[in-house]
């Protein structure tokens, strides 16, 4: 048993973990910058350490300070929530070393996936489909491979994330433009300009399959999460089951990615996601090796709580349940709410929360650090809140979110809640029939009529 946990990581994510920590009998420590002392986790928590200035790299991300406060607090476990730490070799390693252990999977496990080329090469070695392309950082031969595949192609950065260093090529004109400024992009974002190729796929769904992996070699699989409501790459709203996905191919992503995490003795939480063209066929694109924001759906339709079951695996023990037991129930659907204007190009609007009213009832859960008069720095992330509802069907699970919009009252600062009862309203929506390109389509028609709408008066 752990005698204390340290929370590595700030917002919603830190507060959920506490909230798992509190439930399984153990102490928590969090590390927080200048700009978070005011914040929920840190009066949550049972101590608290104050890790550096606001900007991220130095205290967030900055591992000799992450790792000096664990030892003086003496916790002797990690949690490193989602972004920041959490899958950072160099910091794992430290871990490792210093027989600190991090809530995770091994720096091993991350090498082979967090590498996106070298991970789909891995999953094409398992005879598991991965989109075609090159895997290789060579231009001349990407090219030539663009060619043989046909454009559109997708250039993407190896060390990507986040929906950023990646760019879709139209034509052979453009191929060495492009190349040279993802290169750049990825340099500055991730500190590292390999590339690799993929073809672009038109209209496809974002799917995903969470698993537990544990320390005995046994992996669990929870059936699909569709992510494909994104704007810029970036998932905005997550549903369980996806309302796409049949039994057939359901069965199919869940040994993919069983296999996958299998082959390279996974253990911890992680996700392996897919990319499921119009035509229905699925294709591997990367594994993220970390606990997701989205991963509420999967808990509400599975009555499993994965942050318990991670922090669980870590200490060695055994899970209380058995691929048997995971068995979905309804349907469960996020909203992540940012501190942004949709009316003004999603600019960031951090600021003081002046009023705040949160939903309830039947079928709602609110995860957020956000509490009355609290103020939202404007160094992170601008996740504040997110929405979940559940149904025993996806037209519940959708009424039930409408019901938690109107409740909701967030004042002093602008958020994304506008955008999304639209979304809630429009009949692409609630079919269920949308592909990773709808929502930018949608936003892009709001915007003309927005712009018609000016013109006239
Ligand atoms: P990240 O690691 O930054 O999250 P991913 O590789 O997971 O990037 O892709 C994020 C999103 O980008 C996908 O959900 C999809 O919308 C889009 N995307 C990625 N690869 C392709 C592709 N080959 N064709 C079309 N869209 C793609």
């Known amino acids: 048993m752990f005698r204390k946990v340290f929370i590595a990581n700030r917002g919603e994510i830190a507060l ?4 798992s920590c509190k439930e399984l009998g153990l102490n928590t420590v969090i590390g927080f910058s200048e700009a978070d002392r005011d914040s ?10 104050c ?6 790299s130095a205290s967030y991300l900055n591992i000799p300070s992450v790792i000096s406060a664990i030892e003086i607090t003496g916790a002797d476990a990690v949690h490193p929530g989602y972004g920041f730490l959490s899958e950072n070799i160099p910091f794992v390693e430290i871990c490792e070393a210093s027989r600190i252990v991090f809530i995770g999977p091994s720096a091993e496990n991350i090498r082979m996936m967090g590498d996106k080329s070298f991970a789909k090469k891995t999953a094409k070695s398992y005879k598991i489909p991965v989109i ?30 986040g929906g950023r ?27 590292e300009s390999a590339l690799y190729l993929e073809k672009f796929l038109e209209r496809p769904r974002h799917i995903e399959v969470q698993l537990l992996g ?39 992503l869940c040994g993919y990615a069983y296999k996958l995490a299998k082959k390279i003795g996974y253990r911890s939480a992680g996700t392996i996601e897919f990319l499921v063209d119009s035509d229905g066929r699925p294709y591997f694109i990367e594994m993220n090796t970390r606990i997701q924001v989205e991963h509420p759906v999967t808990e509400i339709v599975s009555g499993i709580d994965l942050l318990k079951s991670q922090i669980l695996i870590s200490q060695g023990d055994r899970l209380g349940f058995t691929q048997k037991d995971i068995k979905i129930k309804g349907c469960a659907i996020e ?17 003081r929360i002046e009023k705040l009213v949160l939903p309830g009832g039947p079928g709602i859960r609110v995860d957020t650090h956000i509490y009355e008069g609290y103020t939202i720095p404007s160094y992170y992330d601008s996740l ?10 996806r037209a519940e699970a959708v009424e039930r979110m409408q019901r938690a919009f109107d409740e909701t009252v967030i004042g002093g600062i602008k958020t994304t809640i506008p955008l999304y009862k639209k979304i809630f309203e429009h009949p692409i929506f609630l079919s269920g029939r949308y592909s990773v390109k709808w929502l930018e389509n949608f936003l892009e028609s709001e915007s003309a009529k927005v712009s018609a709408e000016a013109a006239k008066n």
């Open 16 to 19: 959920r973990v506490i909230r």
């Open 40 to 49: 929920l986790p840190v009066k949550l928590a049972d101590e608290k350490i």
């Open 51 to 56: 890790i550096g200035p606001a900007p991220a």
């Open 132 to 161: 075609p392309g090159y895997e290789e950082n060579v231009l001349k031969a990407a090219l030539a491979h663009a060619k043989k595949i046909g454009f559109p192609v997708i250039i993407k950065a190896s060390a990507g994330g």
């Open 165 to 191: 260093g990646m760019r879709r090529v139209n034509t052979i004109d453009e191929f060495h433009k492009l190349w040279t400024t993802c290169q750049e992009e990825a340099k500055a974002s991730f500190g």
């Open 214 to 252: 544990d320390k005995r070699g046994n992996i669990m699989v929870f059936p699909e999460r569709d992510c494909s409501i994104q704007r810029r790459h970036q998932k905005l709203i997550e549903e369980s089951p996806s309302p796409f996905v049949g039994e057939k191919l359901r069965r199919r």
């Open 335 to 351: 909203c992540r709410i940012n501190a942004e204007d949709p009316s003004r190009n999603f600019m960031p609007s951090p600021g």
């Open 384 to 393: 504040i809140m997110k929405l979940i509802s559940y149904g025993r069907t």
